[in-house]
Nanobody
Framework: QVQLVESGGGLVQAGGSLRLSCAAS????????MTWFRQAPGKEREFVAA????????SYADSVKGRFTISRNNEKNTMSLQMSSLKPEDTAVYYC????????????????????WGQGTQVTVSS
């Protein structure tokens, strides 16, 4: 059974930084691309960032490009999202997710491409 546990969310002022982490278990972590999605109140869940199984490829939503950095550690089965220059519009619940299939890659991800979701962590950016 796949288990994904996010941590690192919180309240930060605009312009600040946060680092989210995701710990994975129950899967062959190094065979799966990993993604971050977010969902703001009243809005659909949207893609934020993705990293390939080896870490050699990354993809970002235009809204976070240049501000967020995704990384992974296949030895520790963890993934991180470093968020900088945060804006109030980044406020959302952030979800860690695995790709639906092993060795699957997309440059733009949709929820249908996801296999398992974490429980989410709240990020609130105050103006």
């Amino acid at each position: 059974q796949v288990q994904l546990v996010e941590s690192g969310g919180g309240l930060v002022q605009a312009g600040g930084s946060l680092r989210l982490s995701c710990a994975a278990s129950g899967l062959s972590f190094r065979s799966y691309a990993m993604t971050w999605f977010r969902q703001a109140p009243g809005k659909e869940r949207e893609f934020v960032a993705a990293i390939s199984w080896s870490g050699s490829s990354t993809s970002y939503a235009d809204s976070v490009k240049g501000r967020f950095t995704i990384s992974r550690n296949n030895e520790k089965n963890t993934m991180s999202l470093q968020m900088s220059s945060l804006k109030p519009e980044d406020t959302a619940v952030y979800y860690c997710a695995t790709s639906r299939d092993s060795f699957l890659w997309r440059w733009l991800w949709n929820p249908v491409d996801v296999g398992s979701w974490g429980q989410g962590t709240q990020v609130t950016v105050s103006s």
